[in-house]
């Protein structure tokens, strides 16, 4: 009954009380939170600046595609967020929130680069899907080959190429590189068929997966249960 899943709208956000307000400890972890964010944020904004950007976006359990004017092309899955740059000869995205599956035209007179995070994806001919999550980004390489580098001016620079069935994981502090089957990555991209695939995945991992694509959520109560 999975088809049975729509697109429903995002739940508003809750606003802080008074009492939250008050507390110097939230208040100190906020403004430490803001300070990490502009950080963040200094580096995108001199990765784009100059630049004319539209946003793209998808609702929760939407799937978009965007084409663009060099060839390329963008599948945004549920809840996604997307910055594309107007202008043809700076071929700049920013990944603000979500999951998307890129397929580049390569010019490399005109690189084509993806900004999640304080990471940047660069094309060097490519299929590619960029997944990012609260604590972590994930980059795998479909076809072709690209680079990811740090943006992050407080830390070492960190870069990794990457292969067909390489994948990407980078969190704050850290940058992995990993092989994949094919058949792993090929399950990643399931949704592109509207369709959800699990090898040997626990019900609690499944459940958050399906969470993803409805506001109304899986709760496996029973911790053996999930475990399952």
Known sequence: RAGLLAAVRP???????AGDRRAWGLWFGRVAAIVAVLGIGIAAAY??????F???????????VVMLADGSQIELNTDTTV???????????????????????????HPFSVVVGDHRVVDLGTR????KEPSRI??????????VDTLSSWRPSQSALLTPGDV?????????????PGTSIADELGWRRGLLVFRDTTLADAAAEFNRYS????????????AL
């Open 128 to 131: 590619f899907l960029v997944r």
């Open 54 to 64: 539209t946003t793209y976006t998808t609702t929760v359990g939407g799937h978009r």
């Open 83 to 109: 910055r594309v740059n107007a202008a043809g000869k700076n071929r700049r995205v920013e990944l603000v929130r979500g999951e998307a599956y890129f397929q580049i035209h390569h010019d490399a007179s």
């Open 168 to 180: 990407v994981i980078a969190t704050a502090d850290s940058m992995s590189l990993m092989k994949r």
């Open 11 to 17: 739940p508003k956000p809750n606003r802080p009380g």
């Open 138 to 147: 994930e980059v795998s390489l479909i076809e072709g080959s690209a680079r």
């Open 47 to 52: 990765e784009f600046s100059g630049d004319k």
């Open 215 to 226: 506001t109304h959520k899986i709760v496996v109560a029973d911790p053996a249960t999930a």
